[in-house]
């Protein structure tokens, strides 16, 4: 059973920096594309990041574009969100999410079938 879980959250500084990962621990990620959304209060849910199942697509939200990384580890059924720099604005609750299908807006949220439960980002002093 396809299973995503969402880790690496936590309270930072601004300008501090934290990793996210994405865990299928169910199934097999490798052969899917995978993005991150990110929902802060008050906010719409919003796309943050996207990675094809090869790797070698990616994509990113202009807000977060030469601060954070998406890559991902096939063998271990992992993909990464790597955030620099982070902003008070960066926080809020992180989820990925998969897909089969490249074919279509990498942050549509509802083109994705699967989803984590997600992880807290704080950027506070």
């Known amino acids: 059973q396809f299973q995503l879980v969402e880790s690496g959250g936590g309270l930072v500084q601004p300008g501090g920096s934290l990793r996210l990962s994405c865990v299928d621990s169910g199934g097999t990620l490798d052969g899917y594309h995978v993005a991150w959304f990110r929902r802060a209060p008050g906010k719409e849910r919003e796309g943050v990041s996207y990675?094809?199942?090869?790797?070698?697509?990616?994509d990113y939200a202009d807000s977060v574009k030469g601060r954070f990384t998406i890559s991902r580890d096939n063998a271990k059924n992992t993909v990464y969100l790597q955030m620099n720099s982070l902003k008070p604005e960066d926080a809020g609750a992180y989820y990925c999410a998969a897909r089969s299908s490249r074919v279509l807006p990498p942050f549509t949220a509802s083109t994705y079938f699967y989803w984590g439960q997600g992880t807290q980002v704080t950027v506070s002093k």
């Open positions: 990675i094809s199942s090869s790797g070698e697509s990616t």
